[in-house]
């Protein structure tokens, strides 16, 4: 496993919040035929598992969960680690993540995903790889003209032949993000990368 924090600090891409199918409205016209999508309560769970790994590749070592303090009010996401809490070897609060000797990323996994689909939980995933290239570009859109906005980028996109999916947070309270699909790994150098942080 390669431990190569330079590529977690791209941030998660928090990936798509609905709980009950993967939700798109697709920009058809663009998209390559083999990712024409129509998903619906009738795709079986595993297969909802699949497409969605399909689509939203990343760091398959490593992946991020939605933490929230009930106490401040505080939320953010994290790089899940196998040995957190553990009595063990886990220093928390004491000893921050980053700096700890025993780190062990948790791998994404198909019960991972499936529990993100039912709502369970809310992970991200790691879009830029540790060869520097990524197959999705997210954009958070979440501001009061985040509609205007999103009509614009897709507009653009389209025009100029770049596939573009948009997606409505569980919330529904005015956010969406966009996300541009790559069938093959895009490479990116340092720079470009550090513009790949959504969250």
Not at 126 to 135: F, G, H
Request: with cysteine.
């Amino acid at each position: 496993m390669l431990h190569d924090l330079k590529s977690l600090r791209s941030g998660p891409a928090v990936m798509s919040e609905s709980s009950s199918a993967i939700s798109y409205a697709l920009d058809t016209a663009a998209m390559p035929s083999a990712i024409t999508l129509m998903v619906n309560q009738e795709l079986p769970p595993a297969e909802k598992v699949c497409l969605f790994r399909s689509l939203f590749r990343g760091r398959q070592d490593v992946f991020a969960r939605l933490w929230q303090n009930r106490r401040t009010g505080r939320a953010g996401y994290s790089p899940v680690c196998n040995h957190e809490w553990d009595p063990a070897l886990c220093s928390k609060p004491r000893i921050r993540c980053g700096e700890c000797p025993n780190r062990d990323f948790a791998p994404v996994t198909n019960a991972i995903i499936q529990n993100h689909l039912e709502g369970k939980h809310t992970i991200g995933i790691y879009p830029l790889l540790p060869d520097e290239t990524c197959y999705l570009l997210a954009v958070d859109l979440d501001k009061q003209s985040w509609m205007e906005n999103a009509a614009a980028f897709l507009e653009t996109c389209h025009r100029v032949g770049i596939p573009t999916a948009i997606e409505r947070y569980r919330s529904g309270n005015g956010a969406s993000c966009l996300d541009i699909l790559f069938r093959s790994g895009l490479s990116l150098n340092g720079t470009q990368a550090r513009l790949l942080l959504i969250d």
